[in-house]
């Protein structure tokens, strides 16, 4: 197993990351997720297979057991004119950051931001965000491509970025979802420079094989499909998870995926709960984070680890 997630651990040394959920606030031991709680776990322990160690790089720090890291960077004073530039440059110390530890292949980034969906046009956070995070990141992608991410709204007062990340000593592959064109192939309508990301992000170690799902949302196409209808929006984000799944050889119904839902409005939490557990497999677990989505005719984001059997005739690693 590269990694194990889990809700709702007991407070406990070691492992790669302690994720808590509703805090601002980074610690040598916990990545902070600054949206509030609507429903479900307080935090996400990530586990490893080896002894994890605190590992630091300028800004960037985190734990990392030999195979994989997860870190974190936070920036503060986002909001400005400088915005653009403040993001490039976290981005370049970020994988400057993990070329420096030995971990080079970025597989997965989470970027959580204060008003997102501030500014019209191509002057929108998002938006201007999507232009640093592509100018930072300009000569570094390696082979294995763009990694999975989110990118969603809170927190508006503390004028900050938060990222945190897990990237890996080997690389793995980046999936692409068929019903949806490639965020970093979208036409000029959604702003000035696409979406740097991969819609997942697959990992294979020990045997196992671990889909990390982007946030995913009610976009078929390139467009977003159901304005304004909550349910047919989670809807269709779980027929686009279904389908990333499936393009990664797995079978959804089959699978107990650790899950963080984006909800723009707290007032659709029980419509939310209604429409998505049906949709859900049975042994799937989520928490329900407050946030706004990049877009703003967007209602609900869900991203989450999936873990897969592994292939047919792969080989598994020789050395057990
Ligand atoms: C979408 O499908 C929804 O910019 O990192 C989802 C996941 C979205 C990641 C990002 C944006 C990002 O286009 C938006």
């Known amino acids: 197993m590269p990694f194990d997630v889990q809700f709702d651990t007991p407070a406990s040394a070691g492992g790669l990351a ?5 805090s601002l606030k980074a610690t040598p031991h916990t990545v902070p997720v600054p949206l509030q709680i609507l429903r479900g776990s307080p935090n996400e322990h990530w586990t490893a297979a080896e002894h994890c160690e605190p590992v630091e790089h300028g800004p960037v720090s985190g ?8 870190g974190q960077l936070v920036v503060n004073d986002l909001l400005g004119e400088q915005l653009e530039q403040r993001v490039a440059a976290a981005y370049a110390e970020l994988y400057q950051a993990i070329d420096a530890l030995g971990y080079p292949h970025m597989l997965r980034v989470w970027n959580y931001m204060s008003c997102i969906n501030q500014g019209a046009g191509d002057s929108e956070v998002y938006k201007r965000f999507c232009v640093g995070r592509a100018q930072g990141i300009a000569q570094r992608v390696r082979g294995s491509g763009y990694p999975a991410a989110t990118a969603i709204g809170g927190a508006d007062d503390a004028n900050a970025l938060y990222i945190s990340f897990v990237a890996g000593k080997q690389a793995g592959e980046a ?11 979208y036409p000029r309508q959604y702003g000035p420079r696409s979406p740097s990301f991969a819609r997942g992000y697959v990992v294979t170690s020990g045997g196992q094989r671990v889909l990390l799902a982007s946030g995913t949302a009610s976009v078929a196409g390139h467009e977003t499909k159901w304005p304004g209808d909550v349910a047919a929006q989670i809807g269709e984000s779980v027929i686009n998870l279904r389908e990333l799944v499936a393009a ?20 659709d939490l029980e419509a939310t709960e209604r429409a998505l557990e049906p949709l859900l497999p049975s042994g799937a677990s989520y928490v329900l984070l407050r946030g706004d989505i990049c877009r703003s005719d967007l209602l609900v984001e869900i991203d989450g680890v999936f873990h897969l059997p592994l292939l047919g005739g792969e080989a598994v690693e020789h050395g057990e």
Do not use: C, K, M
Request: hydrophobic share 40%.
């Open 18 to 22: 302690r994720v808590v959920f509703d």
């Open 63 to 70: 734990h990392a057991d030999g195979h994989w890291l997860f």
């Open 175 to 185: 999936l692409e979802n068929p019903r949806q064109v490639s965020a970093y192939h």
């Open 248 to 267: 990664a050889d797995g079978d959804f119904a089959n699978t107990r995926p650790i899950l963080r839902v984006y909800l723009r409005d707290a007032g």
